[in-house]
T-cell receptor, first 117, second 112 residues
Framework: DTAVSQTPKYLVTQMGNDKSIKCEQN?????MYWYKQDSKKFLKIMFS???????INETVPNRFSPKSPDKAHLNLHINSLELGDSAVYFC????????????????FGDGTRLSIL | DQQVKQNSPSLSVQEGRISILNCDYT??????FLWYKKYPAEGPTFLIS?????DKNEDGRFTVFLNKSAKHLSLHIVPSQPGDSAVYFC???????????FGTGTRLQVFP
């Protein structure tokens, strides 16, 4: 039974389109995250939500909008897709935001590979 | 600004030998360090961590060493097994920033 699941696994679309990536965790965690891994393999935090509230919002274009309908879900919607958005997007969750960086590490989904044509 | 660096993109080790993966950091405020392991088409999975108040943490075949003065940490895997073949990411956090900073990863290949 997958702990953190993302759909779709692959997403190929044209520039200018709007797309969404869904994420669900069944670990009972309070905190969820979105990361972007670019072509240089850097894995960078984009957003973090704790109990459906935004707590981290890195310098990400406004075209990216996370939505957390409940603690178990954090979806990522991207408007007007650009070539530079091509990357692998990882969802993650943790028990809470305070120990996630120490003794209660984050659990990651398998990623969504987004390719913009 | 790359605060966490893994300067070796790849490493090849024979089965049974020791694998040593290195990581350097620049931010002296980092106080916790983690290693994640990633197989192809999967997400990173937590492997081992160390607090800045320690210089060594061991878990089975995996040991992480921290040298704060050199701003350097390393992951030792001994003995290495073919199943250890994966990409290993070093990550660091600072108490006042509440986020993980990842390195770019080192691809380890363990051959028979």
């Amino acid at each position: 039974d997958t702990a953190v699941s993302q759909t779709p696994k692959y997403l190929v679309t044209q520039m200018g389109n709007d797309k969404s990536i869904k994420c669900e965790q069944n670990l009972g965690h309070d905190t969820m995250y979105w990361y972007k891994q670019d072509s240089k393999k850097f894995l960078k935090i984009m957003f973090s939500y704790n109990n459906k509230e935004l707590i981290i919002n890195e310098t990400v274009p406004n075209r990216f909008s996370p939505k957390s309908p409940d603690k178990a879900h954090l979806n990522l919607h991207i408007n007007s897709l650009e070539l530079g958005d091509s990357a692998v997007y990882f969802c993650a969750s943790s028990q809470d935001p305070w120990t996630a960086y120490s003794n209660q590490p984050q659990h990651f989904g398998d990623g969504t590979r987004l390719s913009i044509l | 600004d790359q605060q966490v660096k893994q300067n070796s993109p790849s490493l090849s080790v024979q089965e049974g030998r020791i694998s040593i993966l290195n990581c350097d950091y620049t931010n002296s405020m980092f106080d916790y360090f983690l290693w994640y392991k990633k197989y192809p088409a999967e997400g990173p999975t937590f492997l081992i961590s160390i607090s800045s108040i320690k210089d060594k943490n061991e878990d089975g075949r995996f040991t992480v060493f921290l040298n704060k003065s050199a701003k350097h940490l390393s992951l030792h895997i001994v003995p290495s097994q073919p199943g250890d073949s994966a990409v290993y990411f070093c990550a660091a956090s600072a108490l006042n920033t509440d986020k993980l900073i990842f390195g770019t990863g080192t691809r380890l290949q363990v051959f028979p």
